[in-house]
């Protein structure tokens, strides 16, 4: 058995473990925690009591203020001032927008991000801890907020899978977890929370429709086309997941990412389904 095969493996079984017995003490010991103590705001520091009333939140000094987030998700992972100021791009209201113009290389059919990355910008943290800092929790966060801006933006009700941007098999096993698939978990989740009609009822992920054919180093402070020659070939379709979506009558799929730069990434993952599916993609964050 190769490297890759047993990599592939391992990621798949650690996958389950997650969604099992690992998913399940997670769960339990965040709620302990989060029942207990005071939590940082992910942008500012500020403490943040998710117990407290309300949905409210509370600064180290104690003074209550209350949290302005969607209905039906939790506020406690940033603070009201955070949240009030979260530089949304609102790309989901309109069918032309920037994304839409980093992307223009292949037949992208919508495009979207939650907000504005810039480096100088405290709001990198949102991005920064949950890749780097392991806090899985903000990132799904995050994409269950971008897909519910998704589903009320009115152009993404129809889509019917939410495809992640694969991580080689050893860049997964470094890292241990792929981000992309976190933000597709929680993306899916909230564009079903808000579908009605024929296109109600939760929408599936499929983790296994793209996969890496080779390893790449980081995108980071690469120029544009030093990005594109990077990931030039660097992926494939698998063949069955693909018969599989198309039997099961499925047009519409959403690829996901954490951060769209210069779309190279994306770019590359759109040619290989754009023929067989109408594409749209979503990020975090949007780099200007």
């Not at 990931?231 to 690829?255: C, P, Y």
């Amino acid at each position: 058995m190769s490297l890759e095969k047993f990599m592939i493996m391992k990621g798949r079984f650690y996958d389950w473990m997650k969604g099992t017995v690992g998913g399940g003490l997670r769960l339990a010991l965040t709620g302990l925690r989060n029942l207990f103590f005071v939590r940082e705001c992910a942008v500012c520091g500020q403490g943040v009591m998710p117990g407290w009333p309300n949905g409210s939140a509370m600064t180290t000094d104690g003074a209550a203020m209350t949290t302005h987030v969607m209905p039906g998700l939790t506020g406690h992972l940033l603070c009201e001032h955070c949240l009030d100021d979260l530089p949304l791009t609102r790309f989901w209201l309109y069918s032309e927008n920037a994304a839409m113009e980093s992307l223009a290389g292949c037949r992208v059919h919508n495009a979207a991000s939650l907000f504005f990355y810039r480096h100088d910008s405290p709001y990198c943290e949102i991005v920064r801890q949950f890749k780097y800092g392991r806090r899985e929790s903000l990132g799904l966060w995050a994409a269950r907020l971008l897909g519910r801006y998704l589903a009320e933006g009115g152009l993404y009700t129809d889509v019917q899978a939410v495809v992640p941007v694969p991580l080689h098999p050893l860049k997964r096993w470094r890292r241990g977890f792929n981000q992309a698939e976190i933000i597709a978990r929680g993306v899916a989740g909230g564009l079903s929370s808000r579908q009605i009609g024929e296109n109600s009822g939760k929408i599936p992920v499929v983790p296994h429709l793209l996969r890496r054919r080779r390893y790449t180093s980081t995108q980071t402070r690469r120029s544009a086309t030093s990005r594109r020659s990077n990931v030039s070939g660097a992926f494939a379709v698998n063949r069955r997941e693909l018969e599989r979506l198309q039997e099961a009558g499925v047009k519409h799929i959403l690829i996901v990412d954490d951060v769209l730069t210069t779309g190279a990434t994306l770019s590359e993952c759109i040619r290989l389904l754009q023929d067989h599916f109408t594409v749209s993609a979503a990020t975090l964050g949007f780099v200007e």
